[in-house]
Nanobody, 122 residues
Framework: QVQLVESGGGLVQAGGSLRLSCAAS????????MGWYRQAPGKQRELVAD???????KYADSVKGRFTISRDNAKNTVSLQMNSLSTGDTAVYYC????????????????WGQGTQVTVSS
């Protein structure tokens, strides 16, 4: 099976930076898109950023210019560099990976990490 292990969350002052990382492990054929989502208390989970297997990226409008997503296909990892953090970025951040279990298998499935807390203090 597949596991996603996240790291890098924590407490940071407004204006500071954090880097989140996520590593996929287990048995699978390939990883398509990988991304980061977040959920603040009382709000729905939202896409923060994602990146395709070819490296194309998408960002939520609220984080454009501040966050950068990247991946290392050889290591099956995805990272999120978060700069100029504000209190509005406080949330639980979840790693997501769309994975094909076997060659030619359909469909691909979404896997999720357990979440890592990011708290930005003023």
């Amino acid at each position: 099976q597949v596991q996603l292990v996240e790291s890098g969350g924590g407490l940071v002052q407004a204006g500071g930076s954090l880097r989140l990382s996520c590593a996929a492990s287990g048995t699978f054929f390939s990883i398509n898109a990988m991304g980061w989502y977040r959920q603040a208390p009382g709000k729905q989970r939202e896409l923060v950023a994602d990146i395709s297997s070819g490296g194309s990226t998408k960002y939520a409008d609220s984080v454009k210019g501040r966050f950068t997503i990247s991946r290392d296909n050889a290591k099956n990892t995805v990272s999120l560099q978060m700069n100029s953090l504000s209190t509005g970025d406080t949330a639980v951040y979840y790693c997501n990976a769309r994975i094909r279990a076997r060659q030619f298998a359909v469909p691909e499935y979404d896997y999720w990490g357990q979440g890592t807390q990011v708290t930005v203090s003023s």
